[in-house]
């Protein structure tokens, strides 16, 4: 059986790094994880290829090859994977699907064959049966959350990883909080599930044998779940794991409770960690109760940002407008928190309702929903109707992504950040790599962009006061552009 492994393209948003990829010379930032940990779960004797189409295009040639294809994706690639799929049903080919795409909305792909929902773990065994025996129905799928410490590693051969800015692995599925809007409870569970000790380090150990030398993501929904297998298993695991092999910086999300945790903080930051995604949502005590998010409660979040950058990790924020508690001052809170705390990468989405989540059925039964969810929160559209006025809704958000990212704050804020932030202890090997890309930045954003004046600005700033951020700043100087191009893009409808 020869099975073709598809990965459609993603838009050109926030986190498709399109723009800032070109300085490195990379073609996406991340592998499709979830199709190359199905590939290790197919028989061994079916010859397998992936195309990932963020990397290079699908050719005639590669469908003529395929017996069967099975393609994946979230929500924000849905408009690539109805080409995909249209395409190969023209070529007459057999279509499985799965992954968070198809687990939330199957219905709206008529022309798959057969859904494998949910987890693989637990729904593709009983399709793989059913399909060798020519048996296999239209959707499988299931409410259990199987246990991690079965997972394959993922079978990294079928992608050429120098074609990406990192590469990811997943430690555990789940989360213990309860936030109204997030589908990640839904979809993973409250529980964490973990992989075993052994499990990640054979999964790094194949990254490293493969030749991987930068940045792995560790995409758990929420990295410190279990703080407690953190503490006594998997960070000191690392903390070895690293010695001898030049360092590997490692970053994840985390809820804000981190910041409680001195100790485990500092052994993320010994284990290899620099950076960490945590969703904020919002300074607003009334947003932060009417969407459940009790962990960020009652807390001086600000404080605790900065407590985290001084320990060693880069923040990134994760921030909604669109409460329905939000009133118009929501726009200059959000603007004003976001500066003082120094997160520069600072997501700032419109709430949107997505399917399966608590918040989508209060808006259903209060008839409020009135389309479908784009997946990308951050394109300046919602899918219900909001209290606040829409104008007024649209308008203050595009004032406040454009202030964010305006050369003026948005350099600023590095300032801020590079002010509390501690050098990381890993940073990863030289590559020339990093010096052709601040060639390019000095080239690109020093001499022709409107932001050069900021941009020297911050170098010399950076050389006389923290001379070994300097690469940093280098990098969130290109973040920057990305930004920029991606809101100036950004045609918010009416
Ligand atoms: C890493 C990640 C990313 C990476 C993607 C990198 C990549 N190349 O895939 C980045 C950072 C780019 C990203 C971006 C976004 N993401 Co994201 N991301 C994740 C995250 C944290 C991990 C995904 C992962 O690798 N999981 C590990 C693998 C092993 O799991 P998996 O992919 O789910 O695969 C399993 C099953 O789904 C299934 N499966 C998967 N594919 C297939 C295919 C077949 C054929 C079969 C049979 C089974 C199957 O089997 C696998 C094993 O069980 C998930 C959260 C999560 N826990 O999944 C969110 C998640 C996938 N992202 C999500 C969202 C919303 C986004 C954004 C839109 C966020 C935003 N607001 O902008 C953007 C969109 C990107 C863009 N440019 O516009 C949502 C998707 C919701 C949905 N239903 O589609 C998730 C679930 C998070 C959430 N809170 O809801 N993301
Ligand atoms: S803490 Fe993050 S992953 Fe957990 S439920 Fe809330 S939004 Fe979802």
């Avoid at 120098?162 to 993973?188: H, L």
């Avoid at 409460?323 to 949107?352: C, E, H, K, N, Y």
């Avoid at 399917?355 to 209060?366: I, M, S």
């Avoid at 559209?381 to 004032?399: A, D, H, Q, V, W």
């Amino acid at each position: 059986m020869n099975v073709l492994l598809i990965y459609p393209e993603f838009p050109d948003t926030f986190w498709s790094f399109k723009h800032a990829l070109k300085f490195i010379r990379k073609k996406a930032s991340l592998p499709p994880l979830g199709l190359l940990t199905v590939a290790a779960m197919l028989p061994k004797e079916w010859a397998k290829r992936l195309v990932d189409v963020n990397v290079r295009k699908l050719r005639d040639q590669d469908l003529a090859w395929a017996e069967v294809v099975f393609i994946s994706g979230m929500i924000a690639q849905q408009d690539s994977a109805h080409e995909l799929i249209a395409r190969c049903r023209t070529a007459g080919k057999t279509i499985v699907a799965g992954g968070p795409l198809f687990t939330l909305e199957h219905e709206q792909f008529a022309e798959v064959d057969h859904f494998v929902l949910n987890e693989a773990e637990v729904t593709l065994p009983e399709f793989l049966r059913d399909f060798e025996r020519d048996a296999a129905r239209r959707v499988y799928a299931s409410s259990e959350f199987p246990d991690l410490r079965e997972t394959p590693a993922p079978l990294w051969e079928l992608v050429n990883i120098q074609r990406y800015a990192s590469m990811s692995v997943q430690f555990s599925r789940g989360c213990p909080f309860d936030c109204e809007f997030c589908n990640i409870t839904a979809m993973f569970g409250h529980r964490p599930r973990t992989k075993t000790t052994a499990q990640v380090i054979a999964e790094l150990d194949g990254l490293h044998r493969a030749g991987w030398r930068r940045t792995v993501f560790f995409v758990d929904d929420n990295f410190i779940g279990n703080k407690r297998v953190l503490k006594e298993e998997l960070l000191p695991a690392l903390i070895q794991w690293q010695k001898g092999r030049g360092g590997i910086p490692f970053y994840t999300e985390a809820s804000i409770n981190l910041a409680d945790d001195e100790e485990l903080m500092r052994l993320m930051v010994e284990a290899g960690f620099n950076q960490v995604f945590i969703g904020i949502e919002t300074p607003e005590e009334a947003g932060l109760a009417e969407c459940n998010k009790r962990q960020n409660q009652q807390r001086d979040l600000v404080a605790d940002v900065k407590r985290i950058q001084r320990a060693g990790l880069e923040v990134q924020g994760g921030f909604i407008v669109g409460f329905d508690s939000d009133t118009p001052t929501i726009f200059a809170r959000q603007m004003q928190f976001i500066q003082q705390s120094g997160i520069v990468t600072a997501m700032v989405g419109l709430l949107q309702a997505i399917p399966g989540t608590k918040l989508h059925q209060r808006l259903k039964d209060q008839g409020r929903l009135n389309g479908q969810t784009t997946g990308n929160n951050v394109d300046g559209t919602t899918n219900f109707i909001p209290r606040m006025n829409r104008e007024t809704l649209r308008e203050g958000y595009k004032s406040l992504m454009g202030y964010l990212y305006a050369p003026g704050p948005y350099y600023r804020r590095i300032r801020t950040f590079l002010r509390e932030y501690q050098r990381p202890k890993i940073s990863g090997p030289f590559n020339w790599c990093y010096f052709m890309a601040f060639a390019q930045a000095s080239l690109r954003l020093g001499v022709f962009g409107h932001e050069r004046f900021e941009y020297w600005r911050l170098l010399l700033w950076t050389f006389f006061r923290r001379p070994t951020l300097l690469p940093l700043a280098v990098t969130l100087s290109i973040y920057g552009y990305h930004f920029r191009k991606t809101c100036a893009a950004l045609e918010l409808p009416r």
